[in-house]
């Protein structure tokens, strides 16, 4: 079974409260892993990490932008066939079931 973190302030961490939340397989309902069950301190240290590197951000150009885009998603991977997790969100491709908590 898989632990996925989340990324705040470039960083793999999990929630602070140390809760997690089981990812099933809507089909089958076997457990596929675990994601953090992220609060309001979660929420607070994402939102001040974005606004913090904003600035530097937002002085990038879109090529530069892409390229940082494009790494970050990579780690992140799922098979076809059991939905590729996206920026938080786990996109399921033919089932019911569609997301984890952002």
Do not use: Y
Not at 25 to 50: I, N
Not at 52 to 72: D, I, K, V, Y
């Amino acid at each position: 079974m898989r632990a996925w973190k989340q990324i705040i302030n470039g960083k793999s961490v999990a929630a602070k409260s140390g809760k997690n939340i089981s990812v099933e397989d809507p089909s089958t309902r076997e457990v596929l892993g675990t994601v953090p069950q992220s609060g309001r301190a979660d929420v607070d240290a994402a939102v001040a990490a974005a606004a913090a590197a904003f600035p530097a951000w937002s002085a990038t150009t879109p090529a530069e932008r892409a390229l940082h885009e494009g790494g970050g998603g990579g780690r992140l991977r799922g098979s076809p066939a059991r939905g590729r997790a996206v920026g938080g969100l786990r996109c399921e491709r033919g089932s019911r079931s569609s997301t984890a908590s952002r």
